[in-house]
């Protein structure tokens, strides 16, 4: 976060700049790997605030780490889907993370993990957002919805659906 944010002055960076840094550790391949990419991100361009920068790259980081140790990106054939909208009208910023091809999921876990809880308390408490988590057999879906006023850059700078920041998979590092 610390990175991102010092490359842009410390004044923000965009949601996809955020997901490509976390992601690229979990996801770094060689340039001339032919498998599909592991993850393919999209959403409109949003220029998030220093703070919200901050909390979403540790929500991101912990979600990818357990995708990593327990989830799709622990088998190769795992795949993620990171999506992102504004809704204006609702003053909400909703982001999406969708894993499959991961280890079958019979339940969800028997008890909240270090990392659900660090989820749940950035997103309610640093930026006053919620966090909707479901763990359905092909994978973890979390859902997050985060106001915008408190997470965007500019507030007169709403996001806009038809300015698309990119649909594309994450790039080969």
């Known amino acids: 976060a610390h990175s ?9 960076a965009t949601l ?10 979990f996801l770094a391949t060689a340039v001339a790997d032919p498998a599909p990419p592991r993850a393919v991100l999209e959403g409109p361009r949003v220029l ?8 979403l790259s540790m929500t991101l980081h912990e979600l990818a780490t357990n995708a990593t140790k327990y989830g799709a ?15 204006p009208a609702a003053g909400r ?5 969708e894993e499959t091809g ?16 660090v989820i749940e308390g950035t997103m309610a ?15 973890l879906v979390c859902r997050i919805s985060l106001p915008l006023d408190r997470v965007v850059a500019d507030a ?14 994450l790039a080969a590092q």
């Not at 991102?4 to 923000?12: K, P, Q, T, Y």
Request: with cysteine; charged share 20%; hydrophobic share 40%.
């Open 4 to 12: 991102v944010l010092a490359e842009g002055s410390w004044h923000g």
């Open 16 to 25: 996809r700049t955020v997901v490509e840094a976390e992601l690229a550790t």
């Open 48 to 55: 998030l605030s220093p703070a919200a920068v901050q909390a």
């Open 73 to 87: 990106l622990s088998r190769p054939e795992g795949r993620l889907r990171v999506s992102w909208s504004a809704a």
């Open 93 to 97: 910023l909703l982001l999406c993370w």
């Open 102 to 117: 991961g280890p079958p999921l019979e339940a969800p876990p028997e008890r909240r993990g270090f990392g659900s809880r």
């Open 125 to 139: 408490g640093q930026l006053g957002g919620s966090v909707e988590q479901d763990w359905e057999a092909a994978g």
């Open 156 to 169: 007169g700078a709403v996001p806009s659906a038809e300015v698309p920041d990119a649909v594309l998979p």
